[in-house]
């Protein structure tokens, strides 16, 4: 695994027809926020300049000091979901960060 974070080049957000496991997701957060969300998955994928190889030790990836807890990969970076337009206003500005994660650990190490 490189010692360095990989090296974002860009972001792209857009929205996208919910699956029925999304559907589920976006009635939860409804629930748990209070708030009617709209019947989206805005979907956020960063272009990696170079997409770093699957190792027993991964990378965290946050947007700020948020982290997002779930991601997956695509042929030129990492893209994950969004359910709450909120987010976007939340933060914006903020920057994305990956950090290394240990092969038997659920707390990063901060680089």
Not at 54 to 58: E, L, P, V
């Given at each position: 695994m490189p010692s360095t974070p990989p090296?974002?080049?860009a972001v792209e957000a857009a929205a996208s027809q919910p699956t029925d496991?999304?559907?589920?997701?976006?009635t939860r957060?409804?629930?748990?926020?209070?708030?009617?969300l709209p019947p989206v998955a805005y979907l956020?994928?960063?272009?990696?300049?170079t997409v770093p190889e699957?190792?027993?030790?991964?990378w965290a990836l946050y947007v700020g000091n948020f982290r997002i807890p779930?991601?997956?990969?695509?042929?030129?970076?990492?893209?994950?979901?969004v359910y709450d337009p909120q987010f976007?206003?939340?933060?914006?500005?903020g920057r994305c960060v990956s950090r290394r994660?240990?092969?038997?650990?659920?707390?990063?190490?901060?680089?």
């Open positions: 090296r974002a080049v496991a999304d559907n589920a997701a976006i957060l409804s629930q748990a926020t209070g708030r009617d956020v994928k960063i272009q990696l300049e699957a190792t027993s030790s991964g779930k991601y997956w990969e695509y042929k030129d970076g990492i893209y994950f979901k976007f206003t939340d933060h914006a500005g994660m240990g092969p038997n650990s659920s707390r990063p190490a901060w680089y």
